[in-house]
């Protein structure tokens, strides 16, 4: 199958919010049905989201609000300083340990995978969050496409490297390029996405373009924007926040209302655009993805692989 270049697909196919509704009842029937099966007893040890918490924050919002240093500190910086952003050609470079390395162009290197719209709370690691309708592959679908090594135990995405593009790399607001790394059973999980689109369009590059991950049992610095080298490694890589202040930013990054940031708590998050004023709700481990996620890390001390 061909996938076609997302201004070329007609507006039938996009998926109306009725779908993405319809997506997310089956998303917490499943939740449910996991639960009685662990036989919680209480409905207060909630692990995951019902369907009212999974309503799309506002396009606006999410297409506004955004964390994209390479573009401006500020959340309302992105989306005006990444406005004229060239997206078109673009080219991802795979290497290392992996059966055929190869500069591919973004187009065929997406060819023959399916598209799927998948609504997923978003939350930052400051305590915020919002629901998103991302338009992607599965990572999983996308690093089989690649045929990484048996040997491969890590996948580390590298941003665009570009000043003269991305006005906020001639600051030191991080060491650029910006880069991240999942272990490949994690980019395997079904939930891991690929992501090229939101709200059944083209992803605009405040949000990420043309390419980036999202993983949403984790924190929001863990995906990687504007992608433009995927390796495959042994040897588990640098990823930038970590490097920054690996006390605050662990390797992992999964969601955890148990593990405080140390200079603030990570029990509960602001829900953008969530109508009341600075509404708050609790924080659900991995997210509200623990059914899916949580056998990855079993054994695993989360307090010190946080
Ligand atoms: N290259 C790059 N990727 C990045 C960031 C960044 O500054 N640069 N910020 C991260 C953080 S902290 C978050 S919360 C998400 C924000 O994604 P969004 O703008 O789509 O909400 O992108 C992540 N990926
Ligand atoms: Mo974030």
């Given amino acids: ?13 996009i998926t109306p919010e009725s779908v993405y509704l319809n997506r997310r009842e089956f998303v917490g029937a499943a939740g449910a049905l996991a639960m009685g099966a662990l036989a919680v007893p209480s409905a207060l040890a909630a692990t995951s989201r019902d369907r009212q918490d999974l309503k799309p924050t506002s396009e606006d919002i999410v297409t506004s609000y955004n964390n994209f240093y390479e573009f401006g500190t500020g959340k309302d910086e992105p989306k005006d300083q990444a406005e004229n952003f060239k997206t078109i050609p673009w080219t991802v470079k795979i290497e290392g340990m992996v059966k055929t390395p190869k500069t591919w162009d973004l187009q065929d290197l997406m060819t023959g995978l399916t598209i799927e719209d998948r609504v997923y709370r978003h939350r930052c690691v400051e305590a915020w969050s919002m629901v998103v309708p991302w338009r992607g592959v599965s990572m999983k679908s996308f690093v089989n496409k690649l045929e990484p090594m048996p040997s491969a135990k890590y996948v580390e995405f590298t941003t665009l490297f570009d000043p003269s593009r991305m006005p906020g790399q001639k600051t030191r607001a991080l060491p650029w390029p910006y880069v991240e790394a999942y272990r490949m059973d994690e980019a395997q999980n079904p939930l891991a996405m690929m992501v090229t689109g939101l709200y059944g369009k083209t992803l605009p590059p405040q949000n990420g373009a043309p390419l980036r991950t999202v993983m949403p049992w984790k924190y929001g610095f863990k995906g990687c924007k504007s992608i433009v080298k995927i390796r495959f490694t042994d040897k588990q890589p640098k990823t930038t926040w970590n490097d920054v202040r690996a006390d ?33 709700i609790a924080t659900l481990p991995f997210n509200g993805y623990a059914d899916q996620v949580a056998s990855l890390y079993a054994g695993m001390d989360l307090r010190v692989n946080f």
């Fill in 1 to 13: 199958m061909l996938i076609r270049r997302p201004d070329d697909i007609p507006s039938s196919s």
């Fill in 248 to 280: 605050e930013y662990g390797f992992y990054g999964n969601v955890n209302p148990a593990v405080d940031h140390p200079r603030w708590s990570q029990a509960k998050e602001r829900v953008i655009g969530g109508g009341l004023l600075n509404s708050k």
